[in-house]
């Protein structure tokens, strides 16, 4: 079967860095994403890994390591508006049906 | 911008009704989803479709159907709803080939009575 795996819940101070991890195991592998979802919105897009190693995007960075079906998402100097829920998902294939995570709800404390 | 445009933010319909859930993307994809999010259970994939007329079900099609009759237009039906089909629901679309990221309208709040 397909499974992806994250934390329900981390907390942090403003100005900490947080590290959310995600383990997968997916019929196929084209790519693994993080997306920022605040509470009754959509999600929005952060980042994608497809090869092994380091994606950094400022404050933001995504690691992959394929052989071990494991990425994380790295936030730093966190501030009180990245408090959100942070979803991990795979592309299996090429025709984009996204397995997801559950997500990680991450609270941003003063 | 890339746009996925839900007509309908916050519904609220009685069990049994028939609803409509109605979505257009602006960016020419050929993948368009359904899928259904709830507390603790992330988010679970209804209805897929690949191209006009073509539909393919997800995980949790029960209860479900769709309409897939233009590119643009993705639409969700709910023939008999259901207290258990309450839930927030998303639509997204995907350009087919590979490393493209999925794009979300943002989403439809359901309340069945």
């Known amino acids: 079967g397909q499974n992806i795996d994250q934390p329900t819940e981390m907390t942090a101070t403003e100005g900490a860095i947080v590290q959310i991890n995600c383990t997968y195991q997916?019929?196929?592998?084209?790519?693994l994403f993080w997306y920022q979802q605040h509470a009754g919105e959509a999600p929005t897009f952060l980042s994608y890994?497809?090869?092994?190693g380091l994606e950094e995007k400022g404050r933001f960075s995504s690691f992959l390591s394929r052989s071990k079906g494991y990425s994380y998402l790295l936030l730093k100097e966190l501030q009180m508006k990245d408090s959100a829920s942070y979803l991990c998902a795979v592309n299996p294939d090429s025709w984009g049906k996204f397995q997801f995570g559950a997500g990680t709800q991450v609270v941003v404390t003063p | 911008d890339v746009k996925v445009t839900q007509s309908s933010r916050y519904l609220v319909k009685r069990t049994g009704e028939k609803v409509f859930l109605e979505c257009v993307q602006d960016m020419d994809h050929e993948n368009m989803f359904w899928y259904r999010q709830d507390p603790g259970l992330g988010l679970r994939l209804i209805y897929f479709s690949y191209d006009v007329k073509m539909k393919e079900k997800g995980d949790i099609p029960e209860g479900y159907s769709v309409s897939r009759e233009k590119k643009e237009r993705f639409s969700l039906i709910l023939e008999s709803a259901s207290t258990n089909q309450t839930s927030m629901y998303l639509c997204?679309?995907?350009?087919?080939?590979?490393?493209?990221?999925?794009?979300f309208g943002e989403g439809s709040w359901l309340t069945v009575v």
């Open positions: 997916t019929s196929g592998f084209n790519g």
């Open positions: 890994n497809v090869l092994d």
């Open positions: 997204a679309s995907v350009r087919q080939g590979e490393g493209n990221t999925i794009y």
